[in-house]
């Protein structure tokens, strides 16, 4: 059974930092690529930051560039979002995923961790 299951996320406040997990079990998850989305209410789930199935390659989302750094440890099947500096904007849902594009495309979400930027 593919689990994804997302925590550390709360209620912070502007500048402050929270470091969210994402613990994976049921695949092989050293050959997925790794994903943090974010959905803020009434907005579309959108793409934060994704880290390759070895690590080697990471993008970013202009508005977390800088900020956010997104990484794996293929021992533990994990993966992490370290969130800097966090703004008010940053207030969302955050989601993991994970994505194999083989023969068949794998695709497999969390369930959501509250993040609240606020004072």
């Known amino acids: 059974q593919v689990q994804l299951v997302e925590s550390g996320g709360g209620l912070v406040q502007p500048g402050g930092s929270l470091r969210l997990s994402c613990a994976a079990s049921?695949?092989?998850?050293?050959?997925?690529?790794m994903s943090w989305y974010r959905q803020a209410p009434g907005k579309e789930r959108d793409l934060v930051a994704t880290?390759?199935?070895?690590?080697?390659?990471?993008n970013y989302a202009d508005s977390v560039k800088g900020r956010f750094t997104i990484s794996r440890d293929n021992a533990k099947n994990g993966a992490y979002l370290q969130m800097n500096s966090l703004k008010n904007e940053d207030t969302a849902v955050y989601y993991c995923?994970?994505?194999?594009?083989?023969?068949?495309?794998?695709?497999?979400w969390g369930q959501g961790t509250q993040v609240t930027v606020s004072e």
């Open positions: 995923n994970a994505l194999s594009l083989g023969i068949v495309t794998k695709n497999y």
């Open positions: 049921g695949f092989t998850f050293s050959r997925y690529a």
């Open positions: 880290v390759t199935s070895t690590g080697g390659n990471k």
